[in-house]
Nanobody, 124 residues
Framework: QVQLEESGGGLVQAGGSLRLSCTAS????????LGWFRQAPGKERNFVAA????????YYADSVKGRFTISRDNGKNTVYLQMDSLKPEDTGVYYC?????????????????WGRGTQVTVSS
């Protein structure tokens, strides 16, 4: 079993920045991708960003390209999401997820484990 714990959420004004972290523990294996999804109130959970097992390949939703940066530290089993130029529409619960294998996708049903989420609120 794998546990994922997110941190770094909070309240920020539009135009501000936040950095989310997610640390994996338990029976992790070396080859896995990590992704971030978010869910706004009353809406579906949507893909935000993902990084493959080596950290060399990253993927972003169009809505966050150029503003968010995903990275990982394999020595710490941790993935980060640097969020800059935040907008009110970025508000939601942000979930970290782990996908076994060398390939990482933006499809939520491809992920094997999920964190409990961290709230991000961007005020206008």
């Amino acid at each position: 079993q794998v546990q994922l714990e997110e941190s770094g959420g909070g309240l920020v004004q539009a135009g501000g920045s936040l950095r989310l972290s997610c640390t994996a523990s338990g029976r992790t294996f070396s080859t896995y991708g990590l992704g971030w999804f978010r869910q706004a109130p009353g809406k579906e959970r949507n893909f935000v960003a993902a990084v493959n097992w080596s950290g060399e390949n990253t993927y972003y939703a169009d809505s966050v390209k150029g503003r968010f940066t995903i990275s990982r530290d394999n020595g710490k089993n941790t993935v980060y999401l640097q969020m800059d130029s935040l907008k009110p529409e970025d508000t939601g619960v942000y979930y970290c997820a782990l996908q076994y294998g060398r390939v990482v996708t933006g499809r939520s049903n491809s992920y094997n484990f999920w964190g409990r989420g961290t709230q991000v609120t961007v005020s206008s």
